[in-house]
T-cell receptor
């Protein structure tokens, strides 16, 4: 099992450009998440999906959109990137639908917006 | 939303000594408290968790204690080893029913050989 796979690992964008981060899990988990990690701020939830076809906002959703394409895949889109979105992004999945189970993280995607 | 505070932000210990990291939370209805370890350049990984109906949980050199009255929980690492050097994050669950964890800001632990 590959676990949680996210792409790309690194990306540099110019302000105003768009991009999509892809995430897939092969553990048949119900819930999937997108977090961003900034120095000194821990992990902050952007969006989550408790099941296929549903998505909900987390703490910091502004400037992002998500799609739960099927049970395996959950993508994060930046429509018009801003320097404030420079961060490391982690996708995660969990068997739990209530935020009370282990999160399995991908390797992270480092995004720089110039 | 939930507010999770974590202290200290950095911690250095000699190999073989113990390390303690503390977190406080604001939502008295939170019922799940995991700890994640993140090595440099790697993904966070769960090392131990505790639920609100338990006061203490141990796994070899790692233990977590929970004080619901005071709304704080702590990670204890005994007989520290260089491979324990990492950033540790505490978290608490969202009691509103949302599928979310609120993370602390992290503690960078350095174990000096």
């Amino acid at each position: 099992n590959a676990g949680v796979t996210q792409t790309p690992k690194f990306q540099v964008l110019k302000t105003g450009q768009s991009m999509t981060l892809q995430c897939a899990q092969d553990m048949n988990h119900n819930s999937m998440y997108w977090y961003r990690q900034d120095p000194g701020m821990g992990l902050r939830l952007i969006y989550y999906s408790a099941s296929e076809g549903t998505t909900d906002k987390g703490e910091v959703p502004n400037g992002y959109n998500v799609s739960r394409l099927n049970k395996r895949e959950f993508s994060l889109r930046l429509e018009s990137a801003a320097p404030s979105q420079t961060s490391v992004y982690f996708c995660a999945s969990s068997e739990s639908r209530r935020g009370t189970g282990e999160l399995f993280f991908g390797e992270g995607s480092r995004l720089t917006v110039l | 939303g939930e507010n999770v505070e974590q202290h200290p932000s950095t911690l250095s210990v000699q190999e073989g000594d113990s390390a303690v990291i503390k977190c406080t939370y604001s939502d008295s209805a939170s019922n799940y408290f995991p700890w994640y370890k993140q090595e440099l350049g790697k993904r966070p990984q769960l090392i131990i968790d505790i639920r609100s109906n338990v006061g203490e949980k141990k796994d070899q050199r790692i233990a977590v204690t929970l004080n619901k009255t005071a709304k704080h929980f702590s990670l204890h690492i005994t007989e520290t080893q260089p491979e324990d050097s990492a950033v540790y994050f505490c978290a608490s669950s969202d009691s509103t029913g949302a599928n979310n964890l609120f993370f602390g800001t992290g503690t960078r632990l350095t174990v000096i050989p």
